[in-house]
């Protein structure tokens, strides 16, 4: 199959959920920080006019500042991410959700004073 790449295709996901596994905070050889982490994702959606129950989990990567954030939440905590899909790398077809936007929603204060000082 021939696949031609569309610059302006949309690949933008927000899911809501609980850090359930952080990595360590590790750095690129450029000197970027890279935090890995998985959120976990439980809800109920609307299918076909039927309830359907969704519990699932979803790698996240986040670099940069974001990488910072990630590396700051607690396991457990309650997170709003956004981002794009993309491979795990190149040799891989695993799905991982690259973070541009994180969320804390519980405890909202505390994130808007941490991000004033950082």
């Known amino acids: 199959m021939n696949v031609v790449a569309d610059a302006k295709a949309l690949n933008q996901t927000r899911i809501d ?5 952080k990595k360590p905070l590790r750095h690129t050889p450029a000197g ?4 890995e982490a ?4 439980e809800s109920e959606q609307e299918e076909s006019k039927l309830s359907r129950q ?3 989990e979803i790698s996240l990567l986040a670099l940069g500042a974001q990488a910072a954030w ?11 991410v956004g981002g794009f899909l993309a491979a795990r790398s190149r040799n891989s077809k695993t ?3 690259h973070v541009q936007t994180l969320e804390f929603l519980e405890g909202k204060e505390n994130g808007q004073i941490l991000q004033e000082e950082g």
Do not use: D, N, T, W
Request: with cysteine.
């Open 70 to 80: 990630l590396e700051a939440a607690p396991l457990g905590a309650s997170l709003a």
């Open 95 to 97: 799905l991982v959700l």
């Open 38 to 41: 998985r959120l976990l994702h």
């Open 17 to 21: 959920g609980q850090l359930c596994e």
């Open 32 to 35: 970027v920080p890279v935090a």
């Open 54 to 56: 969704v519990k699932c």
